[in-house]
């Protein structure tokens, strides 16, 4: 393995091995202290811009999945095994890189898929010592630089910063896509009840909010992220998650605005609560490191319940600036932040965290039940 380094933006240096790509990158530099789920999450569109730092030491011990397995059905165009056709993370960090694998629906090791896709990683690096400076000075860019690889970004101001970027323009599809049910007979719902079509605004979609949803009998309508989806016929809205800052899609919040003067139903995940949110007229923050997990304790305003959700975001919905006819739906137990909305009166609901939840718990996937429900 060459020899390569993490450089943060505070110059802060990490010595590493390399084992992905030979090649040097620069990116916004988050970690996640989920145990599995690499797969997944690197191929979440929500990290695109973003060099993944793993918490959890051991990584690649159980190799890479096929995008598709053996079988084939209707929504044969989705990945089976991934959220998405590609990596976005920039890059992946870890401390101790398992070269041997094991799993019975492995194709290839982790190192492998990163270089034929091009991803830079390292291993070696003290990833708890990482996450610490990253918790006290909150997240900041970094770039990668692997010995005898000549380097496009210099220093950190050459780098393009995180927050000034429409990532979901760049991970949003660019045309319509349909994805129907098998047939309305799905055993998650009625066979007395007609199919319903549902509009997904696709800021970074993750596949298994698709499949959470078709497995349901919905017809869902995939647009992107800047399409005005009011001139369809429709029986609800969903925003789906995706990456950057809320601010970066003033298109979408104006549609969604445009929306709300209807009483169809909306669900949001993510960036789609985030979006709901300001769309409703209330206002969104950057966290100081985020939420990156698979075990986060998030309750239900207004109950005993709580729920260990997977999450993925780094803004969050600023509660107090809601208005009178929005509540809050969850709050992070951690720290108080918000983790969903609704309205008081319209079938209008949203949530941070994950419900999907691939890779994680799947204590929320009730919630699409809701929604399919809200649909009548």
Known sequence: ??????????????????????????????????MTGYPESLTDPSYAGQILVTTFPLIGNYGVPPIRGEKTDQSACLPDFWESDRIHAKALIVADYSETYSH?????????????????????????????????????????????????????????????????????????????????????????????????????????????????????????????FNQ??????????????????????ANIRTFLKSDKPCMGICLGNQLLAKAAGAKTYKLKYGHRSH?????????????????????????STLPEDWEPLFVNMNDGSNEGIRHKSKPWMSAQFHPEACSGPVDTEFLFDEFVKMLG
């Not at 020899?3 to 505070?10: C, G, P, S, Y």
């Not at 800052?245 to 979408?252: I, L, N, S």
């Not at 075990?295 to 509660?319: E, K, M």
Request: proline share 4%.
């Open 1 to 34: 393995m060459t020899e390569a380094k993490l450089i943060l933006e505070d110059g802060t240096v990490f010595m590493g091995r390399s084992f992905g790509y030979v090649g040097n990158t620069a990116g916004e530099v988050v970690f996640n202290t989920a």
């Open 104 to 228: 019975w629906n492995a194709k290839e090791s982790l190192a492998s898929w990163l270089q034929r896709e091009k991803i830079p990683a390292i291993t070696g690096i003290d990833t708890r010592r990482l996450t610490k400076v990253l918790r006290e000075h909150g997240v900041m860019m970094g770039r990668i630089e692997v010995r005898g690889e000549r380097s496009e970004v210099r220093d950190m101001t050459e780098a393009e910063d995180y927050g000034s970027v429409n990532w979901v323009e760049k991970v949003s599809c660019k045309e319509i896509i349909t994805y129907k049910p098998e047939s309305n007979l799905s055993p998650l719902t009625s066979h007395h009840s007609p199919l319903k079509k549902v509009v997904l605004v696709d800021c970074g979609v993750k596949a298994n909010i698709i499949r959470c949803l078709i497995k349901r009998g919905i017809e869902v309508v995939r647009v992107p992220w800047d399409y005005d």
């Open 232 to 253: 369809l016929e429709f029986d609800g809205l969903f925003l789906a998650n995706g990456p950057g800052d809320p601010e970066r899609c003033e298109k979408t919040v």
């Open 295 to 319: 075990n986060q304790p998030v309750q239900r305003v207004g109950t005993t319940q709580c729920f260990i959700t997977s999450q993925n975001h780094g803004y969050a919905v600023d509660s």
